[in-house]
């Protein structure tokens, strides 16, 4: 599986650090919508779902949490924690949240609206789906 991680503008000095992407620009999709994720309790996992056609950014902007991906053949653990990376999870891969850290503040900028006909929520019914991809 070919992990892609963005490593976005920064622009860093003895004041701080600023980072900003431009839509088109920085990724290779229009945002549609952007949502965060926050405030996880200790020991949680979310996400446990794939995507028929979403492209996604995920910016671990305060903290860190860790990913799991898989593409129905591999799977990759990733621990996201740089405000200015972005790690891409597009269609096709299953994707697990955890590992958060108290002050996680995990930023998502996503190619389209919310459609829940779009996620699959069932493993099973994901490596069906997956089955003749690889
Ligand atoms: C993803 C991972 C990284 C909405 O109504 N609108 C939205 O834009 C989103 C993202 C969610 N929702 C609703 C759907 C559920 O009732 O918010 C609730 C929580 O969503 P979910 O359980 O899907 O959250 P996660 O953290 O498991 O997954 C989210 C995204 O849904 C998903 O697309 O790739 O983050």
Redesign the pocket.
């Known amino acids: 599986m070919e992990i892609v991680i963005k490593k976005f503008n920064e622009r860093k000095n003895e004041t701080g650090a600023l980072t900003f992407l431009e839509d088109e620009r920085d990724i290779p999709f229009s945002i549609k919508?952007i949502?965060y994720?926050y405030d996880v309790a200790a020991g949680e996992r979310?996400?446990?779902?794939a995507?028929k056609t979403?492209h996604?950014y995920?910016i671990c902007i305060s903290g860190s949490c860790k990913v799991l991906l898989d593409n129905a053949k591999e799977k990759i653990d990733m621990q996201l924690y740089d405000p200015s990376e972005g790690l891409y999870?597009g269609p096709g891969v299953w994707?697990e949240?955890y590992d958060f850290s108290n002050d996680c503040v995990?930023l998502?900028l996503?190619s389209d609206y919310?459609n829940?006909s779009d996620?699959i929520r069932n493993y099973n019914d994901f490596i069906e789906y997956m089955k003749g991809a690889h």
Do not use: K, N, P
């Open positions: 919508r949502y994720i979310r996400g446990f779902h995507h979403l996604q995920l999870v994707h949240m995990l998502v996503a919310y829940e996620y």
